[in-house]
């Protein structure tokens, strides 16, 4: 059986992959629509994938079916709580930009206050302001919703080995690190954007990820390892929670921009990678 120390060192790999979403920022600051809707509809198959075979079906054969759909839907409600009492912005377009990518093109006149314009002169460097500020709000508030996300990630990750299956585990970190790069990006820019450092950027970004998952796995190992059946349901409920983000956060935020078909294809081959993932380090 996987030791503790290894499980840890495996979530904090796949946590850290969120740092990978940085590394872009290094060139750019600006992605085109088409391109982020289907990073999001990729990482969200994937995510579904792991949640069905890596999660779901093993938690099937050693538990019951009830086990499982109590975990499934307490890891959703989990999800939805969890959003509800840590408040972020979701992953979206803003207006005609990328909410957290490119920024809407203000016009020559800037805003000091709240609905309140300012004249035509100096209007710029106020409007600079005013955009750094919002910038490192989104920076911080998208932070909040990965490191939320991660939670029930490193669960499913800790959980996973758990159950004494190493290639299972092995799967599902696979899985989420692929997943955790859309979402470091979409946290890195609006940081770089307001003038963050490059390397305090990329470090924030793979902090993020890089602390709560490895934590997270950790609990969710120590508590299957002790508790004894308790695979069946603990298995159900980091996939509800993973379900849950897929659809409270990556579906919308991937459609309404015009490329619906190209994030729904993605999905499609990420849970199709997740399959054949799954099945090659299952044999």
Do not use: W
């Not at 409600?77 to 840590?86: D, E, G, I, S, T």
Request: with cysteine; proline share 5%; net charge negative.
């Amino acid at each position: 059986m996987t030791s503790l120390g290894e499980v840890v060192l495996v979530a904090a790999l796949a946590g850290c992959a969120t740092g990978l979403g940085a590394l872009p920022t290094l060139v750019t600051d600006r992605v085109s629509h088409r391109v982020y809707d289907g990073a999001l509809g990729l990482a969200g198959g994937i995510m579904v994938g792991a949640a069905v075979f890596a999660l779901v079906l093993p938690g099937l054969e050693l538990g019951s079916p009830l086990e499982v759909v109590a975990g499934v839907l307490l890891g959703g409600a989990f999800l939805l709580v969890a959003n509800a009492v840590f408040p972020h912005v979701h992953l979206r377009f803003r207006g005609e930009a990328l909410e957290g990518t490119a920024i809407a093109e203000e016009s020559t006149v800037g805003v000091d206050e709240p609905g309140r314009p300012t004249e035509a002169t100096g209007g710029e460097e106020t409007e600079s302001r005013v955009d750094d500020r919002d910038n490192l709000r989104r920076a911080a508030l998208v932070g909040s919703a990965v490191t939320i996300h991660n939670v029930p990630e490193g669960l499913a990750v800790g959980i996973a080995f758990a159950s004494g299956e190493t290639a299972l585990g092995i799967a599902i970190a696979t899985a989420i690190a692929i997943q955790n790069v859309p979402d470091g990006f979409a946290m890195a820019v609006p940081a770089a954007r307001a003038g963050l450092s490059r390397s305090k950027t990329v470090l924030y970004t793979t902090v993020s990820g890089g602390v709560p998952e490895p934590i997270a796995a950790a609990a969710g190992f120590a508590l299957v390892a002790v508790v004894t059946g308790l695979f069946p349901i603990a298995a159900g409920f980091a996939a509800g929670a993973m379900i849950a983000v897929v659809f409270r956060e990556l579906v919308p935020s991937s459609h309404g921009h015009g490329y619906a078909d190209t994030a729904t294809a993605t999905f499609v081959l990420g849970f199709a990678i997740m399959l054949v993932v799954d099945t090659v380090l299952a044999v």
